[in-house]
């Protein structure tokens, strides 16, 4: 058989399985079977739900504006495939192309995408985790539980970590009048994402609000009630915080353990995978049957010195999972590169913040459009006398702008004026993130390797 | 019905919370919030919200009652097999 | 062959009735820069967009008057400040904000939504009111009136005062005109003077609310208690004149426009008549297909800024022709064609960015009813004259007159 005969047989008749069911997931399928692929498909998730929404746990749920049980994702056309759902998979097989369930079923594929994502970094103390009325959020079952806890008006609420769904879900406690404490263990909310200067502005949205916010601190210990419930959490301060409920917001790791040992470049990190999805093996070697897509991908950008970036956002799941199933269904010359700029939005405490590019590259930022102190401001990123990465609050109708400044590396400080420059935005300033080796909430997109081309570069991602 | 709002594209401009606020509400200036679950009596004006969307932000499935998702079927493939 | 130039043409009255030839020419050359001291006209649909985003961009009256483009001046010619198209943030965000309490979401979510009733049966009763007639004029019957009351409702102006404030509304309208004609200098003059005598008039009703609120968007606008604080009483003024004008003057056009295409489209009449849920798209589709604002003329930029190659030099006056990116082949697929199916129609009929149109989601419900009801209602409608006369502007482009024939009122 020829490549083209075997590309034909393929799209016609070829077995194809999704490890992962959710976002990215779906939207692969939905990509595949839009491209003509009409072999047999098969989508595999840990869950036992079909496909389902989840930036609305952390905001309209805990709004009650919408249900957590009915946020499953609109499809785009039927998939028709074969669903396994609320079966992990649990290995895989290489050489003789085969994903193991859980049910110690086994799957042949011709094609595999992996698409696995994250979940939520669980309170490493497993015996205070256990404690009723401590909770993670990532998952439907996740925020069932949450929001059920926070209608039975508990005392307070302790959120552990101030990243993006920390400060959401803070913002949600708020505004149905619980009492919240937030600790952090960096020196404000978002310095992980945005860093610190931002982060002040982020700080003052907490306390006008009622937040509780306590920074420079980490919980050291959570007590319970001898019935097991969680009673009060300890400071490394030495406060004690009375509470009924924890949400421990400290990041996510990636889904890659099920691959110890098949040989594919998992880790910890992520899977590394080429600009066109196609995963390497552990010796650096790309395979051209294993694709990989969302949260769990780490892919080198162009537009970032190739570096390999993991970003844990909801519009590069749908991006690259649209590359990966055109590139697993095409021949070499057809395929495209996934060059998706980052992107990300976040609601809380009444205000929208959204951001292009990498802003943890950027070493200075500078005020171009409004105030800090109005809260209403877009921030421009530089690294190396170039633009690197854009914020908004309350300005997002200005980032397109800043996204294309991104793109063509357009250079700075932003030395033309722009509508709305007052006088702070004239200089840019340090951007004040903080070490990226300290731990903190965690980074949405972390910089998970170094460019060949760039060893000037010392970055490593948090956490690890 | 079921929805989802793409919202790195949307920019806030609330053309939906207009043409449909049982559905789709502004949570401050710019911040939108809806229910990826609306009632049926809310087709039409979720009708409206997508179509006057100036970004096309919105996804929706189940609005026109005959056609639920779109037929995927291998007639349009067929050449390729 | 004339050497007249295409912006000459595109301003020419001559040119009114089908200027999509000239749109067509424009994206020849993306950016136009015909005369010294001349606009630069932008007609492809990213570079539009992009504009529309770019903070180097300004619509601040002051920065205009300097680049010679702001025909309604400052503040010391006509005694009212500049309305928040005019400016720039943070006065344009904090006045827009205000602004937007009465009217929409957040504050008022459900404003316009709950007028649905009302605006059907404006409509209702105009189109009773053609009465034994079998022919109309739709501007003068029916899209120009039925807008009017709306906004006088809305606003709290007494639907009866419509004579008085159109003699000023016309001059007003007309200093809009970007026509490069001689009587320029008198045409604006002419348009500060009812501006302020709008303004006046306005100054009346404000006072009276500002006493008694009767829930109306005035006694909102001159009562309100936001985070942003009340308007001044100037503000109030020159944020109603602009609600005021464009409340009516844009939707005349798009409701007009409207039914002239769906004449000249029989097939589409017929199903709409049939599926009143199709005025969605059709509303949509027009919007891209005849935009009732065809350009923006009244934008400059604070920098150089380049645009496919070309600079467009710091204080120049830029033309983003809506109308054109509207029809940009590089953008939709049979661009000339009216087609109310299409799928992918995000059009620049309300423009984008932090200008967009104030008043869209109100244009669009009217826009709908009041297509739906005419097509459901006119038995066998029939155009008198293609093209019908049209309006003397350029830019808030429509016909003046569109007589229609028909055989009978359906009930």
Known sequence: MTADDHLAWLRCEGRIVIVGASLAGLRAAETLRAEGFTGSLTMIGDEPYEPYDRPPLSKAVLLGKASARHTALPRRRDVDAKWRLGVAATGLDLSAQRVRLADEDEVEYDRLLIATGVRARPWPKEAEAQLDGVFVLRTRDDAVGLEQRLRASPRRVLVIGAGFTGSEIASACREQGIAVTVAERGGAPLVGALGGVIGAVAAVLHRENGVDLRTGVTVTALEGDPAGRVRSAHLSDGAVIETDVVVVALGATRNTEWLTGSGLGAGPRGIACDAGCRAFDFRGIVTDDVYVAGDVARSPHPLFGYQFLSLEHWGNAVSQAEVAAHNMISASADRRPHMWVPAFWSSQFGVNIKSVGVPPMGEEIMITQGSLAERRFVGVYGYQGRVIAAVSFDNTRWLDFYQRQIETAAPFPVESPTVDRRPEGRRPIPSDFPDPSLPSHGPTVTLSGYSPADRRLVFSPARR | MRLVVDLNRCQGYAQCAFLAPDVFAMHGEESLVYNPRPDDEQREQVTRAVAACPVQAITAEGLDDAADPPAWACQEASHDC | ?411
Not at chain 3, 173 to 184: R, Y
Not at chain 3, 193 to 201: H, N
Not at chain 3, 259 to 282: A, C, F, K, Q, S
């Open chain 3, 1 to 411: 062959m004339t050497h007249h130039s295409l912006l000459r043409q595109i301003t020419d009255y001559a040119n009114r009735a089908n200027p999509y030839p000239l749109y067509k020419e424009l994206h020849n050359t993306p950016v136009l820069h015909e005369e010294d001291g001349g606009p630069y006209l932008v007609s492809s649909y990213w570079d539009i967009l992009s504009l529309l985003h770019d903070p180097r961009i300004s619509s601040d009256a002051a920065n205009l008057a300097a680049a010679g483009a702001d025909e309604m001046g400052g503040v010391a010619e006509t005694g009212l400040p500049p309305s928040f198209i005019r400016q720039d943030p943070p006065e344009h965000d904090r006045l827009r904000r205000i602004a937007n309490r009465p009217f929409g979401p957040p504050h008022s979510p459900r404003k316009i939504d709950s007028m649905r009733g009302e605006l059907a049966g404006i409509v209702s009763g105009l189109i009773d009111g053609f009465g034994q007639a079998r022919q109309i004029d739709v501007v003068d019957q029916f899209a120009y009136p039925f807008p009017v009351t709306v906004i006088c409702r809305l606003l709290g102006v007494p639907r009866e005062d419509e004579p008085r404030f159109h003699t000023w509304v016309e001059p007003i309208v007309a200093g809009l005109d970007p026509d490069t004609g001689k009587d320029d200098a008198e045409r604006r003059r002419g348009a500060q003077e009812a501006r302020m005598q709008l303004g006046m008039y306005l100054a009346q009703l404000v006072e009276q609310r500002s006493k008694e609120p009767t829930g109306d968007m005035l006694s909102e606008l001159v009562t309100s208690h936001g985070p942003d604080g009340p308007m001044t009483t100037m503000e109030v003024l020159s944020t109603a004149v602009l609600l005021l004008i464009a409340g009516h003057e844009t939707t005349v056009n798009l409701i007009t426009n409207g039914m002239l295409t769906l004449l000249r489209h029989p097939e589409y009449l017929e199903r709409l008549r049939n599926d009143p849920g199709l005025v969605v798209g059709i509303v949509e589709e027009l919007l891209r297909y005849e935009p009732p604002v065809q350009l923006v003329p009244q934008r400059t930029c604070i920098a150089d800024i380049e645009v496919r190659g070309t600079t467009i030099p710091k204080g120049s006056k830029i033309w983003l022709v809506l109308a054109a990116g509207n029809r940009d082949p590089e953008r939709f697929t049979d661009p000339d064609r009216f087609d109310p199916d299409r799928k992918d129609i995000q059009h620049l009929g309300f423009g984008s960015g932090i200008h967009s149109c104030f008043g869209a989601p109100l244009a669009r419900l009217e826009a709908q009813i009041a297509l739906s009801e005419l097509a459901r209602r006119l038995d066998n409608p029939r155009l008198v004259k293609d093209p019908p006369p049209y309006r003397q502007n350029a830019v808030l482009r429509g016909p003046r007159h569109l007589l229609v024939d028909f055989d009978a009122l359906r009930p």
